[in-house]
């Protein structure tokens, strides 16, 4: 029974990848929203913990002392470079109050206790960082010097100011006061830097190892897919992940034991056929041999040994579609020398010219078959083989093997791949064999992941390039 996680939890990679990624920016939002919480906070500590209530009070008590014709003048004397007083005809606001701030006009009203004054109004807004509190709002009039601000070409402060707090009381007498003060707090908080760090650390780590945890099997995959062109024998893989991959996955096992299958069954029908040929052939050679003729009789055991020899160049044939040798690395040049070793040893001129110091991953028995057929080839109908191996630009490896021979016209270049097409003229299997060297070549070629190409030299002659891909190279150690 499936858990509640796993019932839960997406099954698609889309879904898993969205689901994660809103998780992360949820959590990034609400740590987010709690840093603005806490900056707004640090404006109605800034101004607790400040003067500006103790001005308001003053102010206040003050006006009630005094004569009202001495009111300007201590409004005036109230002003500074981030605050200012003023007698205003009355209090309103356009808008309700915030939570910040009628935790500040709560806070006011119980300073004014014994003050003859109705319930105090806050109002906090935002100004710039070299703006005096008082400049540009409707309730103050005049120059900042006279409202007791900086005077034109002084230093600004040395806090850049982020809201203006007003705090407005209305007296007993019918009048009312205002007193604005500017709140200086940092323009990049710590707060603010953490948080973004937090958001940014939040969604780069969920994005990452949500792909890199749902990309694991694709990566297998991959891996599995590559090894299995080159002709390995892969296991079948886990059906682990998401829907999409596992679908692919299963379809990738079931695809490798299809071909595995219909490649036995291929190769087992092909050796009964040249098991069951092999007793009728050996008893026609039998019969062959009490014919009197000897014309008749050499030309039929000839035919019988050509049939015999068909049979198993096909089944050698089949069998390299179907190697399972497996892979493992040598050196090329060790590759090349065993091979050129075997015609030096019968007399055949085999040179080898270049050989890089390369290592490979390979099937090392089928690779030097295919090497075997292009030099014998060389050798039969170019009278002389040279071997070389080099890397290209490209990446991976090359083994090329030129002759001396008429080379092949170039509409026939690619019909010689083809198995049991023969182009030499006198179609002997003497001279020119069965036609299998080429397809065997290319055919263990293709099961490297790599390619076999004829091309005419210029300067006469042919040349066979067997290429193998980059990732055949050896990781160096």
């Not at 026939?412 to 069965?434: D, Y």
Request: hydrophobic share 45%; aromatic share 4%; net charge positive.
């Amino acid at each position: 029974m499936r858990s509640l996680w796993s019932r839960i939890w997406p099954r698609s990679l889309a879904g898993r990848l969205v689901v994660s990624l809103l998780a992360a920016l949820v959590g990034a939002q609400v740590i987010l929203a709690l840093v603005l919480r806490s900056q707004q906070d640090s404006v109605v500590a800034e101004v607790v913990q400040g003067q500006a209530l103790n001005q308001t009070v003053a102010f206040a008590r003050l006006l009630q002392m005094r004569p009202p014709d001495e009111a300007q003048s201590i409004a005036e004397a109230f002003g500074s470079r981030q605050s200012c007083a003023r007698l205003v005809p009355g209090v309103t606001m356009d808008r309700p109050m915030t939570e910040p701030e009628k935790a500040l006009a709560g806070t006011l009203a119980v300073m004014l206790h014994g003050v003859q004054a109705g319930a105090p109004l806050v109002e906090i807004s935002p100004i710039g960082p070299d703006e005096h509190p008082c400049e540009g709002s409707p309730r103050f009039g005049g120059t900042a010097e006279q409202r007791g601000g900086r005077p034109a070409g002084a230093r600004p402060p040395e806090r850049a100011r982020t809201a203006a707090v007003s705090m407005s009381v209305p007296l007993a007498d019918g009048r009312a006061i205002t007193v604005r003060t500017a709140v200086s707090v940092p323009t990049l908080s710590r707060a603010t830097v953490l948080s973004f760090l937090l958001s940014s650390l939040a969604v780069s780590l969920a994005a990452l190892l949500a792909v890199r945890r749902q990309t694991r099997s694709l990566s297998a995959l991959a891996d599995a897919s590559e090894r299995f062109g080159r002709g390995e024998t892969v296991q079948p893989l886990p059906v682990t992940g998401p829907a999409e991959v596992s679908a692919a996955t299963a379809a990738f096992n079931t695809m490798q034991e299809r071909l595995d299958t219909f490649l036995r069954d291929r190769l087992r029908l092909l050796a009964s056929v040249s098991h069951d040929l092999r007793t009728p052939l050996t008893a026609l050679r039998l019969k062959a041999e009490f014919i009197q003729d000897e014309t008749v009789r050499d030309d039929l055991v000839r035919t019988i040994d050509e049939l015999a020899l068909i049979c198993e160049e096909t089944l050698a044939f089949t069998r390299s579609e179907t190697s399972t040798e497996p892979s493992r690395k040598v050196e090329a040049r060790t590759l090349v020398e065993e091979v050129a070793q075997t015609f030096l040893a019968a007399g055949a001129l085999v040179d080898v010219l270049r050989v890089e110091r390369l290592e490979l991953v390979c099937r090392p028995v089928a690779l030097k078959r295919a090497l075997r057929n292009l030099v014998e080839n060389a050798i039969r109908y170019g009278r002389r083989a040279a071997l070389s191996v080099s890397r290209p630009a490209g990446g991976g490896i090359v083994f090329t093997v030129d002759d001396e021979g008429p080379g092949l016209p170039p509409d026939h270049i690619e019909q010689a791949f083809e198995p049991f097409v023969r182009l030499e003229p006198s179609r002997s299997s003497e001279t020119g064999g069965l036609g299998l060297g080429l397809a065997i070549a290319r055919s263990i070629a293709k099961a490297h992941g790599g390619s076999l190409t004829l091309a005419n030299r210029p300067g006469g002659g042919l040349r066979a390039e067997l290429r193998l891909p980059p990732g055949s190279l050896a990781a160096p150690s």
